[in-house]
Structure formats: C-alpha cells, structure tokens
Nanobody, 123 residues
Framework: VQLQASGGGLVQAGGSLRLSCAASGRTFSRYTMGWFRQAPGKEREFVAA????????AYTDSVKGRFTISRDNTKATVYLQMNSLKPEDTAVYYC?????????????????WGQGTQVTVSS
C-alpha cells in the first residue's frame, strides 16, 4: 500500500489542524493505521492508532483529549484532527499501516509509511 500524508502547516498555539493520509494499492480496510511524529533530534514516537474497522483507537497520553483519529474505509483515508495545539506538538507527522490486527504503538510493526507532513506550532 502507498500512503500520502497531507494537511500539515504552521499554526499558533491553541489552533487546530487536520491531517489526512490517503492510501492506494491493496485493500485499505485490511490495515491497522497509525500516526507517529518525529521532532528534530528525537526518535519517532507513537501518537494515535485506529483499528481496521475504526471501532477501536489508542492515543499517547500527551494528546488525549486534544487529538482524534478516524478513518473512512470507503475513501481509503485516515485522519488526525489536532486541536489545542501546543509548541511541543511540533514535528514531522507520519502515517503508517500495519497488518497486525491489534493496535500497536511500536513503529517497527508498521510496514508501510507515508512521506511525512510538517506541523509547526508557534508560541
């Protein structure tokens, strides 16, 4: 599967952005989808993930209550709605797809990755 992330940009603290990740190739609904981010000098970290059907999701503690992951299998797209953004959310955001049924927070378990989209939050 090929993934194309978009929607990043520059926003002031407290603002919102919606990231999208469009998939092509094999059947999108067969993949657990996740969002990760990587700040300069840091390792890639888990942000959110959603199950194949969209019925189950998971978030890292720092984004709970602010970010929402969703998916539309008819459009082969996963979204990340980010509200109340903080400067510490600044990073390149990547979407990934995993063939593992259970939601996983480990980047090595995601087989395919999008190219990343930059999110910059100014204070």
């Amino acid at each position: 599967v090929q993934l194309q992330a978009s929607g990043g940009g520059l926003v002031q603290a407290g603002g919102s952005l919606r990231l999208s990740c469009a998939a092509s190739g094999r059947t999108f609904s067969r993949y657990t989808m996740g969002w990760f981010r990587q700040a300069p000098g840091k390792e890639r970290e888990f942000v959110a993930a959603i199950s194949r059907s969209g019925g189950t999701n998971a978030y890292t503690d720092s984004v709970k209550g602010r970010f929402t992951i969703s998916r539309d299998n008819t459009k082969a797209t996963v979204y990340l709605q980010m509200n109340s953004l903080k400067p510490e959310d600044t990073a390149v955001y990547y979407c990934g797809s995993s063939t593992i049924v259970a939601i996983t927070t480990i980047p090595e378990r995601y087989r395919y990755w999008g190219q990343g989209t930059q999110v910059t939050v100014s204070s």
